[in-house]
């Protein structure tokens, strides 16, 4: 067994994390993560999502938590755009990246973004055109890939056509995303073999959310195949809106126990990440969802 000497993880709780809350959280509270995240040693952070509104109010202030991040020139800050209105609303606030998502599943595709997949991508296709002429990095998002709330289990050949399209259109790399936190590890496993067929192994990550508990086992699986990069978020915040019962991503505090546990290299201050992930749970008025964190934070008070 070979597994990665060195993991990326992208903090996607800024976005994934904040976009299910209810209550509105104030821009400077989000700047104020971006930052601690940055200060705890991460190096790429999905900071917002500039599509409808009315779809997601809680991502409305979008290009006002760009402006207001300090930016180090190390940290790549990505956005996810929906359509080209998205993208163009986007360039004024210079993401480095770019993520456009679509789903192996039709029935959750409809919901979360009003298309069809093979309208998602029809859609999407100038948009990677565009982002990549101005040297912005296209990375796509595979929803439901190994579940989906309306259509149940999803077989590996739905996730295989939708990175076929993402790969014809340009998208340089492709994300797997256990939206509801269903998956367990054959069954990832399968849905990253999928991607393999048209994604270097370089050029995918996992995004598993932990509803069920499985989402470490599951990254645990994917190492096992040299993939080595993955999103995670902050105090395991999140969810998406269109995904009834799904809980938030796996707690990037987890994720990077287990890691230095393992001596790979991720480049975090754990220390400074429980802080991070403290922070944006206090605001909340809720603990942190990440076992690891709870424990470092009993030991801090004992
Ligand atoms: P639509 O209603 O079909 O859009 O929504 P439309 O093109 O017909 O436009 C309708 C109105 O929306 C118009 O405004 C547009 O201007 C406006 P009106 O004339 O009514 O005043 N509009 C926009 N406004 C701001 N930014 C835009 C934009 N586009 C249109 N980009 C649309 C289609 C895609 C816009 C909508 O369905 C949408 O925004 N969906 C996003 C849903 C979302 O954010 N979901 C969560 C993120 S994905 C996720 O969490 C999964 C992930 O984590 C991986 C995983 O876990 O699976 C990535
Ligand atoms: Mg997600």
Redesign the pocket.
Known sequence: MSLPSKVKLVD?GP??GL?NEKEPVPTEVKIRLVHLLQDAGLKDIEVT????????PQ?ADNAQVMAGIERRKDVRYSV????M??FE?SVASHPDEI?V?S?ASEAFNKR????SIDESIERYAPVVSAARAKGIFVRG?????VGCPYEGEIAPERVEYVAKLFKQIGVQHM?V???IGVGTPLKVRRAMEATLKHYDINDISG?F?DTYGQALANILASLEMGIWQY?SSSAGL?G????KG?TG?VATEDVAYMLQGMGIDTGIDLDKLIDAGKYISDFLQRKPNSRASTAILNKRAG
């Open positions: 996607v976005r994934d976009q999502s500039f599509v409808s509104p009315k779809w997601v991502m996810l755009t929906p359509n209105q998205g609303a993520v998502f789903a979360n973004t009003n298309c998002s595979i929803s439901c890939a994300g995303a256990d939206t995004h959310h999103d999140g998406c809106p269109y995904a799904a991503n």
